[in-house]
């Protein structure tokens, strides 16, 4: 079956730091997407990303769809992005919300 | 804006009993989902609604049903809680099927099973 594979497991920083979060997936997908999972455990989307490269703020996602592989890039961290963070994919097929998701990387700031 | 309300918040149950957990959306959306989020693992989807009166199996819906009200609630019941069981189950919604990329989700309820 479908397999999305993150790294690193976790990670710290010391505040102003970069990070840059991995996510390879095991067959072709349709689409992509990052979450953010907060320490309360919401979750909220930061990037829908078929294929290129965005940006929001301190944030880049950049998803190679031929080489199944997306990156999470957050710049000058702080303590505030701590969490957890997820990548899913959708597909082979429709874009819908049956998303296959990874195990996550959980990210600790530090001032 | 909209919000998704997941009840309760925290939920604590005996081995063998029936629980269900709620969930509201005024998004007026479609498409509603439950997934089930065990410690240091990604989520796994139960059961979706792609529309009213709709329902879905997931991955992983056996031991689980269903239930979708009307558009903006959609149920689950744990048909039997396990014995140390523990999870945290998320519930999303999107405007319709093939629009992932309005997915929002539910702040979760806590399972415990003693």
């Known amino acids: 079956g479908q397999q999305v594979q993150q790294s690193p497991a976790s990670l710290v920083l010391q505040e102003g730091e970069n990070a840059e979060l991995q996510c390879n997936f095991s067959t072709s997908l349709n689409s992509m997407q990052w979450f953010y999972q907060r320490p309360e455990g919401s979750l909220v989307s930061l990037f829908y990303n078929p294929s290129g490269t965005k940006q929001s703020g301190r944030l880049t996602s950049t998803t190679v769809i031929k080489e199944r592989r997306s990156s999470l890039h957050i710049s000058s961290s702080q303590i505030t992005d701590s969490g957890t963070y997820l990548c899913?994919?959708?597909?082979?097929?429709?874009?819908?919300?049956?998303?296959?998701f990874g195990h996550g990387t959980i990210l600790r700031v530090h001032p | 804006g909209g919000i998704i309300t997941q009840t309760p918040k925290f939920l604590i149950g005996q081995e063998g009993q029936k629980l269900t957990l709620k969930c509201q959306q005024n998004f007026n959306h479609d498409t509603m989902y439950w997934y089930r989020q065990d410690s240091g693992k990604g989520l796994r989807l139960i059961y979706y609604s792609i529309t009213e009166n709709d329902l879905q199996k997931g991955d992983l819906s056996e031991g689980y049903d269903a239930s979708r009200e009307k558009k903006s609630s959609f149920s689950l019941t744990v048909t039997s809680a396990q014995k140390n069981e523990m999870a945290v189950f998320l519930c999303?919604?999107?405007?319709?099927?093939?629009?992932?990329?309005?997915?929002?989700f539910g702040s979760g309820t806590r399972l415990t099973v003693l």
């Open positions: 899913a994919m959708d597909g082979p097929g429709a874009n819908t919300g049956k998303l296959t």
């Open positions: 999303a919604s999107s405007r319709d099927w093939g629009s992932a990329e309005t997915l929002y």
